[in-house]
């Protein structure tokens, strides 16, 4: 079982639990872009370290997650398009914009070119390859935690939270709340993007369809990290869906490991696992209707 | 402080359902003036105060508030003179959001700080607190607690609070103490009175209580059927009970002052 290469890859998929958690848990919206934008920083990334910018690849998978969340806002709001199908809408467009950035090829191979990981080795070669992937993923994964963490005790931070919370009241209030959407979905979409940056440099290849359901394997790190005890402070919220996406891919390391099913099954079993946890608070009412019905005595 | 002028709103214009719900309303607000409003349901008040507030845009006429015409502003825009409190204590509060946070939302934004600077610093605190035990709810010790797991009383005195915490050019109040105990409703309408007067706010209140109309501010509007039907300040005003009120609305408009709640309202006062 390669439990460094599971820790190394949840850390990374971390950044789109950040992402997803940013849409779906504080915006209240169902954001479908991340598929598109995953893709889109994983092909740019891929692009600039084979033009020799590893680094820069980074920040420009970032900043094009942005602008895919920036594309959605606006349909979402100057549009007036419904929230899921703005986000279908842009991932779908941005299926042509990301082959076009691998320049018409479905796949990029990154075998003998230079990335941030094998940059950050060549720096500290006494360090063991899978340690200092992990110190570098581990890195990438605080600071962004550390970032959003941050980001959600200033003024825009604080006027998203109350966006997601109460829409009504933001938009009696003088906060423009068209340009908080914006602002939410630009930056849950750039942790997106560097989701993918970060991962195409760690696997060395670029892939069209790295991004296929993304949004469910976000997700269901979200709500894994919702079973860890909860705790009130927004920091705490936000390590607890970070580390979901490590829980994810351990529990994936393990399952695979006790060969309870062949590798293409992930995807139905990440959806089942968000299905139920979706369902459970439904279920949960069933039952103690159900229970409640039995106790009561017939009349 | 704030003219009206000539305001027109026909709702589904053009079509069989179209229904006129402001039909010419002219108004005129002093600095200051804290005038209520009565009239029975669908006459216009509350489409009156959207409009004012920009979330209904006005088929015709024009809002000047503090000299400037704002009818062509955002609502958003409009929100950083206007301050608003909704019947339902739910609607002027995040609930997932402490009491502290809710007041920096409003706090960080009005003195002008940077966006993606910290929100809630610790002199803000010391202010908060000030300002909340002005409520005399106990609010000053519970700066950490989520607003939702406040009563609605308390939710909507903390409401008027934030309202007010950087005081706004007008106040619309659109019957805020409608879905509270008469104890409560009793303790927040003093609270509004205090905190307008302090600060002189100039506000426009709708009830559906005669009485708390004839007790609070200087002057009653009533409206029916989308106009302003009666205008009452000074000594003409100040004699009036409610049963005199009651009975100028039918001689005005030949017609009881409409609903239950309104009878129920004055048997209770």
């Known amino acids: ?299 | 402080m704030l003219s009206i002028r000539n305001v027109r709103k026909t709702f589904e214009a053009g079509t069989a359902g179209a229904h006129t719900v402001l039909d010419g309303v002219s108004l005129h607000l002093e600095p200051a003036e804290f005038v209520t409003i009565i009239g029975s349901n669908g006459a216009g008040k509350s489409t009156l105060f959207a409009v004012i507030a920009g979330s209904v845009f006005p088929d015709e006429g024009s809002i000047i508030l503090d000299g400037r015409d704002i009818s062509r502003e955002k609502e958003h825009q409009r929100a950083r003179g206007i301050g608003r409190l909704f019947q339902d204590p739910r609607h002027g509060t995040a609930p997932g959001l402490t009491i502290e946070e809710n007041l920096a939302l409003v706090y960080s934004r009005a003195s002008g700080r940077f966006p993606l600077s910290l929100a809630l610093r610790s002199a803000d605190r010391s202010l908060f607190r000030q300002v909340l035990s002005r409520l005399d709810m106990g609010l000053e010790d519970r700066l950490k607690t989520p607003v939702g797991s406040l009563s609605g009383g308390q939710r909507q005195a903390l409401t008027l609070l934030i309202a007010t915490l950087v005081p706004p050019k007008l106040l619309l109040l659109d019957e805020h103490t409608a879905a509270l105990d008469p104890v409560t409703a009793k303790k927040v309408l003093n609270l509004t009175r205090d905190i307008t007067a302090a600060h002189g706010i100039t506000t426009l209140m709708i009830t559906h209580n005669i009485s708390s109309a004839l007790e609070m501010g200087t002057r009653t509007i009533m409206m029916n059927k989308g106009r302003l039907v009666m205008d009452l300040r000074g000594g003409e005003r100040a004699g009036l009970s409610v049963e005199d009120l009651l009975a100028r609305y039918k001689t005005t408009v030949h017609e009881n002052l409409d609903s239950d709640k309104i009878l129920l309202d004055v048997e209770k006062a």
């Open chain 1, 1 to 299: 079982m390669n439990i460094a290469g599971s820790l190394q890859l949840g850390l990374i998929y971390s950044l789109l639990a950040l992402g997803v958690f940013i849409t779906f848990r504080v915006m209240n919206i169902p954001d479908l872009t991340a598929d598109g934008s995953f893709t889109l920083g994983l092909a740019v990334s891929a692009v600039f370290c084979i033009s020799g910018h590893p680094f820069a690849g980074l920040a420009a998978g970032t900043l094009c997650g942005a602008a895919a969340g920036i594309v959605t806002a606006f349909l979402q709001t100057k549009a007036g398009i419904h929230p899921i199908l703005a986000g279908i809408l842009t991932m779908t467009g941005l299926y042509s914009v990301n082959l076009a950035v691998m320049g018409g090829s479905p796949n990029l191979s990154l075998i003998g070119v230079s990335t941030v990981f094998s940059v950050f080795q060549a720096a500290f070669p006494g360090l063991e390859r899978n340690i200092a992937r992990l110190c570098l993923t581990f890195f990438l994964a605080a600071s962004s935690a550390a970032a959003l963490i941050w980001f959600f005790k200033t003024g825009l931070g604080l006027r998203v939270r109350a966006a997601g919370n109460n829409e009504k009241m933001v938009r009696a209030s003088s906060i423009n709340a068209d340009a908080i959407r914006l602002a939410a979905l630009a930056i849950a979409n750039a942790f997106i993007g560097l989701a993918g940056a970060a991962l195409a440099q760690y696997q060395g290849y670029a892939d069209i369809n790295s991004g296929a359901g993304i949004v469910i394997v976000g997700l269901a790190s979200v709500i894994l990290g919702e079973i860890l005890p909860r705790g009130r402070t927004t920091a705490f919220v936000i390590i607890c869906a970070a580390l979901g996406s490590v829980i994810y891919r351990l529990l994936i390391a393990i399952v695979l490991y006790l060969n309870f099913f062949p590798a293409y099954m992930l995807r139905l079993v990440s959806a089942l696992i968000v299905a139920l946890a979706l369902a459970s608070p439904k279920a949960r009412a069933f039952l103690r209707d159900r229970r409640a019905r039995k106790k009561a005595p017939l009349c």
